[in-house]
């Protein structure tokens, strides 16, 4: 499906439904001054422009990782960016590698939309929580039955800390003390 933005030569492909955008919207609008966020699965840009406003608004920076396996793909997320006038920082390569480059406790806010796979969500979720800072939050898109792989990974690794805005695919929870033992 084709997102158009009615900003002249952006277009994602990118499923947008209004009430996930807004969601997004929502949580990346409240980080704090200087906060640090991080995209996992970024495609041409559709969901990383939502976070990218907020995060320049706070006088923050985005990071977006993704291993960009066709070129094309990359060229046009990153001609979305420019044409968006937004600044976010690629890192290409798979998440579970990136997450070595950062130290722990430094991240306001990550987004997982990568691999959708049981195995590689909850790997996604092992390898960055504990990049997160106290009061950091983790959120991630298409908590929906038919990715029954971020479903389930989710629920096992957050249990009752998770929420999912309603009628939305997008999940939340806080770093809280118990996430210490990872
Ligand atoms: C559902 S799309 C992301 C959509 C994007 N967030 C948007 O708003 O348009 C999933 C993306 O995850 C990327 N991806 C797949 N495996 C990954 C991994 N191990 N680490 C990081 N990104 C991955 C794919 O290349 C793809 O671009």
């Given at each position: ?16 439904n209004e009430k996930d ?129 971020v479903m389930e990974a ?29």
């Open positions: 499906m084709i997102t158009d933005l009615g900003i002249k030569g952006v277009t994602f492909n990118a499923f947008q955008t807004n969601a997004l919207n929502k949580l990346t609008g409240t980080l704090s001054p200087g906060c640090v966020a991080i995209e996992i699965g970024t495609r041409e840009g559709y969901s990383a422009s939502i976070t990218a406003r907020n995060v320049e608004k706070a006088g923050g920076c985005l990071y977006v990782v993704d291993p960009w396996e066709t070129l094309d793909v990359f060229r046009k997320f990153r001609d979305n960016m420019k044409l968006m006038n937004l600044t976010v920082y690629p890192l290409v390569m798979k998440s579970v590698d990136a997450a070595r480059i950062f130290k722990d406790g430094v991240l306001d806010f990550i987004f997982i939309d990568g691999d959708h796979t049981y195995d590689c969500v909850k790997d996604d979720i092992t390898s960055w929580l504990p990049k997160l800072k106290p009061s950091g939050i983790m959120a991630g898109h298409d908590y929906k039955p038919n990715a029954k792989g989710v629920d096992e690794m957050f249990g009752d800390d998770v929420t999912v805005f309603p009628d939305t695919w997008i999940w939340y929870g806080y770093k809280r003390y118990q996430w210490g033992q990872f």
